[in-house]
């Protein structure tokens, strides 16, 4: 399983994808009906990071997958878009 880091230069913290993982994020606010869910194969740790510092809650977990997940190529930034930041794997 491969890791990208992708980091765009306007954004403080990267976004990881993980190749083959899909994930589900749910943002839970104050209110028991203000969640939202978020299926993605990344973490944005702006947004997550952002709605924990204004006094949310979010909850990360794995969804099985019943396809094969698409690769991480198709979720990095263009060329024209890693002009502006770095992208990195491990």
Wanted: aromatic fraction near 10%.
């Amino acid at each position: 399983m491969n890791k990208y880091f992708i980091r765009a230069a306007d954004k403080l913290w990267p976004t990881v994808i993980w190749q083959g993982t899909q994930l589900v994020v749910y943002y839970m606010g104050d209110d028991p009906d203000d969640v939202q869910v978020r299926e993605t194969y990344g973490i944005d740790f702006d947004e997550l990071l952002l709605h924990i510092d204004r006094g949310g809650s979010v909850f990360i977990t794995t969804k099985p997958a019943l396809d094969e997940a698409p690769p991480a190529e198709e979720h990095a930034p263009r060329a024209s878009e890693c002009a502006q930041g770095t992208v990195t794997t491990r």
